[in-house]
């Protein structure tokens, strides 16, 4: 049979073989339909959602709404054994928690209305209250000790108020407002106006937290303050050398408590040691192996019957892990990273200093204690007793951190790409556009021609 005649020009995309057609080795594949140029346009696609105004927004408010709503589906199966044993309902400490979130809400639409101004405005009110109720909790009769920290003030029945929690916030706003207004003024360039009365008044906040020997919280709030300083644009020697001192203390305090030390021994121990010692940490890390991908299902964790404690508070996140597996866990530490992208974006593309200064600490606050509480889980940190923000059961720890997301969604609408979106989602027809075009009819007809008296 004579061979094929090709066209002039052309290249065969196809040879046979043994009946089959398959591509010719010299075929060239189509442009953009390769593995590489898959990546390339998926990371378009990123740049492109990320890029755009209200990402920030949505992110916020998001990550935020499924970790508290998470959270609360956690405290309420990790708590149930604990509140029967204790002779109360199931759904005790749920519904305290569910209680506190209502209200934790109303703070949240609250700030995420206010103005940057009126943000500013709250800043020495809540300091000045913040600290008036640290030093009552020092005051005989009416401070209360739990698990051997002296940091609650009862308010009656079985609901108390962990002032240090507000610590956290007031040290933020107080501090946002001052370093602008340094800034403004162009003193941030000199250390004394960077350093004072900046780093005096947050020791003294550390020195009333660890006269009640909650060192935990301590940690966060040297965290709020470092962070404040490197966006303040602190030198590397101020930096190093505020940090050192900080280290020593740390470690003297460490040092001259037996019990933060047997804490520091657990560090990564596999067994629960002389005395139990290190059950705590042990047991989390039990949890968390005996999840498995998917875990064991909402509901039927086993370390949560007597065998670890603090399993709805400080180590809700191993029972997390224990219920929900790999994928629960990991899901949760997706939700903080965006939260924490989210706020970083905030504070990066502000042209206003306090927002600058407020979104960073507030980012630094939550991402902080979210990694000392899983890293103290996964026995990677020591124990330092704080909860996982929006997460762990806790009203006093509940209501600050949602109040501080609620200006992270403020300062997330603030941006002026932001606004511009949103001015361009408002209602062209509908009863608030009515609404609207009646108001201004009403002003239209009250103005007066200019000859009539």
Not at 344 to 359: K, L, P, Q, W
């Amino acid at each position: 049979m004579p061979a094929k005649q090709m066209l002039p020009g052309r290249r065969p995309s196809t040879v046979r073989t043994r009946g089959r057609l398959r591509p010719a080795a010299n075929a060239k594949r189509p442009a953009g339909r390769g593995p590489l140029a898959q990546v390339r346009r998926t990371q378009q696609q990123l740049r492109k959602a990320w890029d755009r105004p209200l990402t920030a927004y949505y992110l916020i408010f998001g990550s935020s709404l499924l970790i508290t709503v998470l959270g609360l589906v956690m405290v309420y199966s990790a708590s149930m054994i604990k509140a029967l044993q204790l002779g109360l309902g199931d759904a005790y400490f749920f519904k305290k928690q569910f209680i506190a979130a209502l209200i934790g809400a109303g703070l949240l639409l609250a700030a995420s209305r206010m103005p940057v101004k009126l943000h500013r405005a709250l800043s020495y009110p809540v300091l000045a209250g913040t600290l008036f109720l640290m030093v009552l909790v020092q005051v005989p009769g009416i401070g209360v000790s739990i698990n051997g920290n002296q940091n609650w003030i009862s308010l009656g029945g079985p609901f108390m108020l962990q002032p240090s929690e507000f610590g956290k916030l007031a040290l933020i706003l107080w501090g946002a407002d001052l370093l602008a207004r340094k800034g403004d003024k162009g003193l941030l360039s000199q250390w004394k106006h960077l350093l004072v009365p900046l780093v005096p008044v947050a020791f003294l906040l550390l020195g009333l937290i660890m006269l009640g020997g909650d060192m935990g919280t301590a940690m966060i709030l040297g965290a709020i303050l470092f962070g404040l300083l490197w966006l303040a644009g602190a030198p590397t020697r101020m930096f190093v050398g505020v940090l050192a001192f900080a280290g020593v203390i740390v470690a003297l305090l460490i040092k001259t408590s037996p019990h933060r030390m047997d804490r520091l021994e657990c560090l990564g121990a596999t067994q629960p040691g002389k005395n139990d010692l290190c059950w705590q940490a042990v047991h989390g890390i039990y949890a968390l192996a005996s999840g498995g991908w998917f875990g064991s299902g909402l509901g039927a964790s086993v370390e949560k019957w007597g065998q670890l404690p603090e399993a709805h508070t400080d180590f809700i996140f191993a029972i997390t892990g224990e219920e929900l597996g790999l994928a629960g866990t990991l899901s949760v530490l997706a939700l903080f990273a965006a939260l924490g992208y989210a706020g970083i974006r905030v504070a990066g593309r502000t042209e206003d200093s306090f927002v600058r200064f407020a979104a960073g600490g507030v980012t630094t606050w939550i991402t902080a204690q979210a990694v000392i509480n899983i890293g103290a889980v996964l026995g990677l940190l020591p124990i330092a007793g704080v909860p996982l923000p929006l997460f762990s059961y806790g009203g006093s720890a509940l209501l600050p951190t949602m109040f501080a997301v609620g200006l992270l969604i403020a300062f997330a609408r603030e941006e002026p790409a932001a606004r511009a979106a949103l001015a361009m989602r408002q209602p062209k027809t509908g009863w608030k556009r009515t609404v609207v075009r009646w108001k201004s009819m009403r002003r239209r007809v009250k103005k007066r021609p200019s000859g009539e008296r």
